[in-house]
């Protein structure tokens, strides 16, 4: 039996893209759920002049794919109202308190205030001052504030950001969403990790050789050329998504399954990460920048040719680094990280490659020349499992060495009706559960990190490499890896091209 959560909700940003594509469809599945159930509504605010009809017809539009009956949408959206609103306009506050205390007594919320901030940063200072002196918050319930990446532009950035909301918010209110964190595979790490002795027991750099972490997207950069030219795949999708992933897979073992303690050891991991010096950050990691290229029977543009994207961008749509992290466990272990758009395919999958055997005892009897590394994938999307690549003999008369792998999947249909992450996100901080959103010690460490190798970039006037549009990257981050003598076990191009679609 599903808890019924009571708040209210308000939205700022209320007609952009992210709270129609996800937010209010997760919302929808709470109530299918009975997570939220009668006592929830949500304002909706944004400037544009809305009526609180319309705001629920798009409300009930951009849940049409999960398929409500007309009861269902119809009782749903009635919790919705909406209110014009400029951020910047104090006035319009009092009308926001007005219907908040309005809804909060007619849905009987015990001033329960979940605030979403889906709306560029720049605001997010002037939103929570104005929600603490116009007294939006309330004294007998929880007041807690949700906020969207990217949670600053840089150390100093996200530092003044951070001082400003916590003017006004705790840290224990601040719930600082990296959807990742919500994905069914990355809350699995922790389980595979501590859960299982034969693979805790050698998770160190007595036994792994290196780690690889890669966030493969085949789209472009769609709508968003205007942001992403201004941030690019390394504030995009290293200093949040990534570091977090690396996290988790380096933290050591809480004593306790709980939200501080895994935060403590996720800070710990964070603060063993090499911070490089310039020259460091231009040997260990490398950028790129997709061209056109013809790629399964279509034309696809160069980034500089996106809309909104200036002509002359040196912004990277591609990074591939190679990470060190100076502690006990994992020194002299690379971790190497990659992440890209308009790669040969929408991939995210981690590979944990084992260290080889002591010494090859079939290389003598021409059996192997060299044996494959045990390796681990996690596979994080599309498909969601793990795999264990193994060596074994060949059945039969001789004796053959044969790699084979231990694969689970999860079910097509288990993946399907799993909860989105935004789904989870949001129910988690309606419940007070901070541990998979960001704390501010693991946001301002990540831009310590990724600061250092956008300054080496920017102060490098060499050509930024590019790659075809529909390939993993640039040569350059497949001889960062070959310098190491290692190579990237996940090469979805090699399929491409032998399929000829490359
Ligand atoms: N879209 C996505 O997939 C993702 C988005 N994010 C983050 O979520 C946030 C929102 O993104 P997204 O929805 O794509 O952005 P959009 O540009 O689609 O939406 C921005 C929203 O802000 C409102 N707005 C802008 N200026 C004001 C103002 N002065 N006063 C009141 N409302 C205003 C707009 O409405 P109006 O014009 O009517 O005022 C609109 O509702 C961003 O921080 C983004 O980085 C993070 C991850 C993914
Ligand atoms: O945060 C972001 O993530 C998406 C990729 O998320 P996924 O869940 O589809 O893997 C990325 O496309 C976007 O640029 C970035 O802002």
Aim: with cysteine; proline share 4%; charged share 25%.
């Amino acid at each position: 039996m599903n808890e019924e959560q009571t708040a209210l909700f308000t939205i700022f940003g209320a007609t952009g893209d992210l709270a129609q594509r996800k937010l209010y469809p997760s919302l929808f599945r709470l109530f299918r759920k009975g997570f939220i159930k009668e006592h929830f509504a949500v304002i909706g605010t944004a400037r544009r002049e809305w009526s609180d009809d319309y705001y629920r017809e798009i409300v009930t539009t951009s849940i049409n794919s999960l398929k409500p009956t007309e009861e269902e949408a119809k009782a749903f959206a009635s919790h919705f109202y909406y209110q014009s609103h400029d951020v910047t306009d104090t006035t319009h506050y009092t009308n926001l308190k007005n219907l908040a205390d309005k809804l909060d007594a007619e849905y009987n919320l015990e001033g329960n205030r979940l605030f979403y901030l889906a709306m560029a940063p720049n605001f997010f200072g002037t939103i929570v001052n104005h929600l603490s002196s116009e007294k939006i918050m309330t004294e007998n319930g929880f007041n807690r504030l949700v906020i969207e990446k990217p949670f600053g532009t840089s150390y100093e950035t996200a530092a003044e950001l951070n001082e400003q909301i916590r003017a006004v918010f705790s840290e224990d209110q601040i719930f600082r969403i990296d959807h990742y964190l919500g994905k069914e595979m990355i809350q699995n790490i922790s389980a595979v990790r501590f859960g299982n002795n034969i693979f805790e027991s050698l998770w160190n750099n007595r036994y792994i050789d290196n780690i690889q972490v890669t966030l493969a997207e085949d789209l472009g950069v769609e709508e968003r050329g205007g942001y992403y030219d201004k941030s690019g795949a390394l504030k995009d999708m290293i200093q949040n998504h990534i570091l977090q992933v690396v996290a988790l897979l380096a933290m050591e073992a809480p004593n306790n399954f709980t939200e501080k303690e895994i935060r403590e050891e996720k800070i710990k991991a964070l603060n063993a990460v090499k911070i490089y010096n310039e020259q460091e950050a231009l040997d260990n990691f490398v950028r790129g920048q997709y061209v056109a290229n013809r790629f399964k029977n279509e034309d696809i543009i160069s980034y500089v040719d996106e809309p909104n994207v200036n002509p002359e961008s040196r912004t990277e749509t591609f990074v591939a680094g190679k990470l060190e992290i100076n502690n006990f466990r994992w020194k002299g272990v690379p971790f190497y990280i990659r992440t890209g758009k308009q790669l040969s395919t929408k991939a995210a999958r981690i590979n944990i490659v084992f260290k080889a055997t002591p010494t090859n005892i079939f290389s003598q009897e021409d059996i192997c020349e060299k044996l494959p590394q045990n390796i681990l994938t996690i596979y994080i999307q599309p498909t969601e499992g793990f795999s264990l690549s193994l060596n074994g003999k060949e059945p039969g008369p001789g004796f053959e060495i044969d790699p084979v792998k231990l694969d689970f999947r999860t079910p097509t249909d288990v993946v399907a009706n799993s909860p989105e992450a935004y789904e989870k996100l949001i129910l988690d901080a309606l419940q007070g559960d901070a541990t998979n959103f960001t704390h501010w010690d693991e946001v301002s460490q990540s831009w310590r990190i990724v600061d250092v190798i956008r300054q080496a970039w920017d102060n490098d006037s060499q050509p930024i490499p590019t790659y075809p549009a529909g390939t993993m990257g640039p040569a350059e981050a497949f001889d960062l890896l070959a310098k190491d003598q290692h190579e990237w076990v996940y090469k979805p191009d090699e399929w491409y091209r032998e399929h000829g679609l490359l």
